[in-house]
């Protein structure tokens, strides 16, 4: 099973229109299939949706707006959500090699990035494992932490 099928991105808490079509094109160019958005807020709402869907549509990949990360959740119930977090906030290291394998699995992985200051609020983290990459000592931001992870992920799954 290629693991691009059951992996899903998710950003969350977003008010940036240029945030969620780089996302998009961050998702779609490494090759993933999916990309959610949760609780888009003004401009990435009104903007930032429509241009990410159009960018899926042309690829012939998944886009899906829900108004929150339970949504995320209840409609997908992934088998482990990770929350990607900057190191001091974060309870375990990014485990490629363990998510690849409940991938292959058929499980259901979903990633989530925030995607506003200060980004993941408490209760949100609650929802699942707040996860950093090791490597990476600053906060760089939802993008940047979506491109290193995705682009890790496919170099060990070999798709």
Known sequence: MKVVNKL???LHNVYSVQR????AKVVYGLGFNTLIVSRAHGAAA?????????????????FFY???????IEIF????????????????KFDIARVVS????????????GGAEPGLSKKE??????????????DIGST????????????????
Do not use: W
Request: charged share 25%; no cysteine; glycine share 6%.
């Open 102 to 113: 409940l991938l292959r699995k058929g499980e259901v992985i979903a990633l989530v990035f």
């Open 77 to 92: 119930n992934p088998a482990l959500l990770l929350l990607f977090v900057p190191k001091d906030y974060a309870e375990e």
């Open 66 to 72: 829900v108004s929150d990360l339970a949504d995320v």
């Open 20 to 23: 969620v079509v780089e996302l």
């Open 8 to 10: 899903l991105v998710v």
């Open 46 to 62: 009104q903007s930032g949706v429509p241009e990410a869907q159009k960018i899926a549509l042309r690829k012939s990949k998944n």
């Open 144 to 159: 940047g932490l979506a491109a290193i992870a995705l682009y890790m992920l496919r170099r060990a799954s070999k798709e």
């Open 125 to 138: 983290l609650e929802m699942g494992k707040p996860t950093y990459i090791e490597g990476v000592e600053e």
